[in-house]
């Protein structure tokens, strides 16, 4: 069983910069597959970056190259980094898990709101 806790949300301006933590009460291991969502009012939940077992990266391109995913396995944390921070990246952010058997854990959510 795995428990995640997301942190490090908060108001950030435009331009701005943020980083959020997620850390795991079990053990993250090597092979599962971690990832960061979003949702927005009234919005689907979407991916925003992905951290693969074989130690690949995905975003999406509303992201690229602004989002760094990272992870930190002896202290079993995983982070994403956010930089030229715009209002439409305002959403809460949710740390999700997936077990090579399948099985998929998700965080309570922290808030980003960006605004000026």
């Known amino acids: 069983q795995v428990q995640l806790v997301e942190s490090g949300g908060g108001l950030v301006q435009p331009g701005g910069s943020l980083s959020l933590s997620c850390a795991a009460s079990?053990?993250?291991?090597?092979?599962?597959?971690m990832a960061w969502y979003r949702q927005g009012p009234g919005k689907r939940r979407e991916l925003v970056a992905a951290a693969n077992s074989d130690g690949s990266t995905h975003y999406p391109d509303s992201v690229k190259g602004r989002f760094t995913i990272s992870r930190k396995y002896a202290v079993n944390t995983v982070y994403l980094q956010m930089s030229s921070l715009k209002p439409e990246d305002s959403a809460v952010y949710y740390c999700?898990?997936?077990?090579?058997?399948?099985?998929?854990?998700w965080g309570q959510g922290t808030q980003v709101t960006v605004s000026s």
């Open positions: 999700n898990a997936i077990s090579p058997a399948g099985a998929e854990y």
């Open positions: 079990g053990s993250i291991f090597t092979n599962y597959a």
